[in-house]
């Protein structure tokens, strides 16, 4: 089993050469509506673990205000309103495809308190300073970097003061092997579903969020990084 390396949270240096965003933003709902019907398979094999710590990270108590941008097929959205049934749970997508599996998983939960819609991370469709919690996993490695500012003003937008960010996303690798997927990304970034390694610490620091933790995971291969930071 890999163990994660968790660092001080503050400057990652990670070796490996910075890669551009390749799928323009209004064509990445197409995309994943395509991926729609593969995506849990990928993800068991490559991200579970990542995703299993995240939900750990994020302390969900019953009761609480949570959000989820970039909510995909529910994987993790399941495991939010299990734990928060009377609290408030909004997930948001911008695929349509994404959006309808996460309904279907979520289905076994209709006597909980959540909601399910289209919105995009630019746009956040919940109030100043309201979430306890956000939730965003495998998002940020698909913007540019202008866009990875413009959602972070949003998300520290509708965190609560104190309120928990926590992040998965496809990073830089860091062990041996984890740099074929930079290679695939290199020759398709569409069979990559658009994702290639990032770093965020750095500019969550610039953002004005105070990094608690973050962890390196590695599956099938798979680089990814867990984040837990403080508004
Ligand atoms: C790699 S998938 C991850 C899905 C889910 N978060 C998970 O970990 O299983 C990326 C998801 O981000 C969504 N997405 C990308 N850009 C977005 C944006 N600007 N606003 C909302 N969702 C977005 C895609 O539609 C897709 O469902």
């Known amino acids: 089993m890999n163990s994660p390396i968790s660092c001080c949270g503050h400057t990652c240096r990670l070796s490996g050469k910075k890669l551009d965003a390749r799928i323009p933003q209004n064509e990445i709902g197409h995309v994943y509506d395509k991926l729609a019907g593969i995506y849990d398979v990928w993800a068991m094999l490559t991200e579970s673990r990542a995703r299993k710590r995240a939900i750990e990270l994020a302390k969900i108590e019953n009761g609480i205000n949570v959000l989820e941008v970039a909510v995909g097929t529910g994987l993790a959205f399941h495991e939010i309103v299990k734990r928060n049934a009377n609290g408030k749970n909004t997930g948001i997508d911008i695929s349509q495809g994404m959006l309808k599996k996460a309904e279907k998983r979520l289905k076994d939960l209709s006597e909980a308190n959540y909601t399910l819609s289209i919105g995009s991370a ?71 579903g658009g994702c290639r390694g990032v770093t965020l610490s750095d500019r969550l620091i610039k953002h004005g969020f105070i990094i608690v933790t973050r962890e390196y995971y590695q599956q099938m291969l798979f680089p990814s990084e867990v984040i837990l930071a403080y508004k």
């Open 122 to 192: 630019f746009n956040l469709p919940i109030e100043d300073g309201s979430a306890d919690v956000l939730m965003n996993n495998y998002m940020f490695d698909l913007m540019s970097e202008e866009d990875m500012d413009r959602a972070l003003v949003e998300f520290k937008r509708v965190l609560k003061e104190g309120g928990r960010l926590v992040l998965i996303n496809m990073t830089q690798g860091e062990r041996l092997g984890s740099s074929i997927y930079s290679h695939i990304y290199n020759i398709s970034p569409k069979a990559m």
